[in-house]
């Protein structure tokens, strides 16, 4: 039985916890994630009879454990806040022993939770592998910009040698130009020029009225790996699948070569890390990944993680490049001219 002293003592430390976590953690939390913390808690339910501890014991992958964890905790305060509000409504109205119950069941909830605030001691247990303290901070997953470090230094090679047909066009493709999968989809004119040259037209996506380009060209020369390649295969490359069936076909082609983290937009980090590596100027950088502005392509690739960029040559493009200055500048103009935001 429990002490009325101890029960007001550990509802206060429950509503506290609750209105900590309600003001932190989720005051900006989407209603995407909500769905997938849902979807989370509902697998607990038929699999485990709601044990949430028992989810998280049975994961064997950094990446689902940590993506269960945040769940368990969406899942523990809601449901604390729901046991509260009902411990507030029935207080008067029920007996000792309903009391008690809401009670354990509060109890249950808070160790749980602290079982989570422990999960770095908690995952040395399980033996899985604990995120870097930089990761911890930042609380996200790995970036596709960091998933071409620690690679072999010929990765695309391999992947170029072991594909066939339609995924070996497309994956040199992607290694030339470092454009998107759904620009794959849309299709990209491979022209064989004259001067040994192979001019490759990409058709844009991604496209507003102040973002994007409709169209852009890629010059690739002799003196680059993939030349005879494409020169070769002349004519409109098309995705023929999804953009999603194709990036599955290539992270089960990397597994299969045990090459691991990778995935189709790495290749364009990749090649913007290549571009920044041979210190091409920010507006043709822009250009080449199909930006409007040059502040888009900061986000892509790194100078550090870059090779030779040798045979590739950045052709004209549908829209002029914004620079940094000119962005800044066009934002204040349009807040000025402009303050409910809605493009006229």
Request: glycine share 6%; hydrophobic share 35%; with cysteine.
């Amino acid at each position: 039985m429990h002490d009325f002293n101890m029960i007001n003592e550990r509802v206060v430390q429950a509503r506290a916890l609750v209105k900590k976590h309600e003001k932190t953690s989720w005051k900006s939390l989407s209603e995407s994630s909500k769905k997938s913390y849902q979807a989370t808690v509902n697998l607990c339910r038929d699999k485990y009879k709601g044990e949430m501890i028992l989810l998280l014991q049975d994961q064997d992958c950094n990446r689902s454990y940590y993506r269960h964890l945040a769940a368990a905790k969406y899942y523990a305060i809601m449901k604390m806040k729901a046991l509260l509000n009902t411990l507030d409504n029935q207080r008067k109205a029920v007996g000792k022993e309903c009391i008690e119950d809401l009670i354990r069941k509060i109890e249950y909830m808070m160790t749980l939770i602290e079982i989570i605030h422990q999960k770095n001691l908690y995952l040395q247990i399980k033996s899985i592998p604990i995120k870097s303290e930089s990761r911890i901070k930042r609380g996200g997953a790995r970036s596709k910009r960091d998933s071409m470090i620690g690679q072999p230094d010929d990765w695309q090679m391999q992947m170029l040698a072991a594909a066939e047909g339609e995924l070996k066009l497309m994956i040199a493709l992607q290694i030339a130009t470092g454009c998107r999968p759904s620009e794959l989809k849309a299709g990209i004119m491979i022209e064989p020029q004259i001067a040994k040259s192979v001019k490759l037209t990409i058709k844009g996506a991604k496209i507003t009225a102040k973002s994007g380009q409709e169209a852009r060209e890629i010059i690739i020369s002799s003196s680059h790996p993939l030349y005879d390649f494409l020169a070769n295969s002349a004519g409109e490359a098309i995705l023929r699948s999804t953009p999603k069936a194709y990036g599955n076909k290539f992270t089960r082609l990397a597994l299969r070569l045990n090459i691991r983290g990778v995935s189709p937009y790495t290749l364009r980090h990749c090649f913007a890390s290549d571009l920044k590596k041979q210190r091409v100027d920010k507006e043709s950088i822009a250009r080449a990944l199909g930006h409007a502005s040059e502040r888009s392509q900061s986000r892509y690739g790194r100078a550090s993680n870059g090779k030779s960029a040798q045979g590739i040559h950045i052709g004209q493009a549908a829209r002029c490049i914004k620079s940094r200055s000119q962005a800044c500048l066009s934002k204040q103009t349009q807040k000025t001219n402009n303050p409910d935001g809605k493009f006229k």
